[in-house]
């Protein structure tokens, strides 16, 4: 068989693999998980804003029965409102398939502003590994965003789009999406740091009109300025400032963020239930004040980071100076909130799209980068489960493998930056 032979199978068994996740995901919330589910709230809020009910005064359903409540400004509520004119099991299916498409397009997207090339101009093996080669690394949270209807690959979306935009030199229209991104989810603030690295004050200035277009006017104008300014003023105190928010609105034992074992290592409180017992990692009990210092020191030392990397390689090849820096600000997004879920870390797709770019195209052999990539994956996405065993995997999740895997893998795209000056000339593609 000719290669055009094999592509053309490999392209409609990635269909089909495609249709039996949607179809198996959408059956998971349709029936009784749904309940469980995060789209659940997401068309709860929906719909509350269509009927004027209080956005936040209620769960989906009674918590008992896995009821959740609506964490995020207007604006994403907003914005799914067509969603409640359709039958919810109709709605499930769209919004499972959007999200399919939307991984799709992402992952050719990147490699694209990544390269300069479309992804189909590569050789077959290459394109192949670069296409599926960052889903497979990020397949265990793929999987669980569609599980629950999640909502973090439509941010990401929305941010290459404002990516595409900014490399298309539309400055004011790439800020103002990143902007929108984050009004519809704080796991995209990291790249408001990122954009400030670059002072551009055009960019900037779409930034602040995306804000304040997705806080403040697109919401007045369906609900009213008052009632929006009283959702945004709730948003802001009881959820984005509230000092539980990484212990009680997300249960310390699904949290996997490293803020979370600071928690686990400095409070009186299990740090996970294996085989029926609680187990501790507890070494001192600090006081309140001093694990929310750790919290805020942690975040700064993040977003220091992406400061440090613009500055340290602004004046290197785009692939480094831009490119680098933005898959290093998508993996420093997963582990900048405190709160985290498996969910979060789709945002390591396009991390690790960069590195198996840098690996196969480009050709970056040192053992070190390959190293930390990796012990990323290792840590991050293989699961242990009917492996290793539950109990073991009990104790990587408690103890936040999940995000030292994605700090690994920003440690990598660190690594590659400086040793990419040394590649022989001629290999690179920017």
Sequence with gaps: MSIAGYDRILKWAVVAIALIVIAIAGAKMIKSPYAKGDFEAFIHGANAIASGADLYATPSRPIAEGGLYYIYLPLFAILLFPLTLLPVEISIIIWTALNAFLVYWIVGAFYELVSGKKLADLGFADKW???????????????????????NIFVMAVIMLGLKLLNRKRAELGGLCIGIAIVVKMIAA????????????????????????????????IIGFETNWAYASHWTTGILLDGGLGTEKVPIAVNVSI??????LFEDVPAATINGKPVYFTITVLPATAIRVLEAGFGALLLAAICFYRFRFRKSRELVSIWGGVALTFAISTLFAPTAQKHYFVLLLPAYLYAV?????????DRLFKGLVASSFLLAGFKMDGMLGDKVDGYFFAASAISFGALLLAFAILRAAY??????PGILEN
């Design 419 to 424: 040793c990419l000056p040394d590649v022989k």
């Design 259 to 264: 803020q979370a074992l600071f928690h686990r």
């Design 357 to 365: 770019y840098l690996w196969r195209v480009v050709g970056l052999q």
């Design 190 to 221: 990291p790249f408001a740091v990122w954009l400030f690295t670059r002072l551009n004050p055009r960019e900037l200035l779409g930034l602040a009109a995306g804000i304040i277009l997705g806080v403040i006017l697109v919401p007045s104008l």
């Design 129 to 151: 590994i670069v296409a599926l080669v960052p889903v497979l690394l990020t397949g265990r949270f793929l999987l669980h965003h569609f599980y629950y209807g999640q909502a």
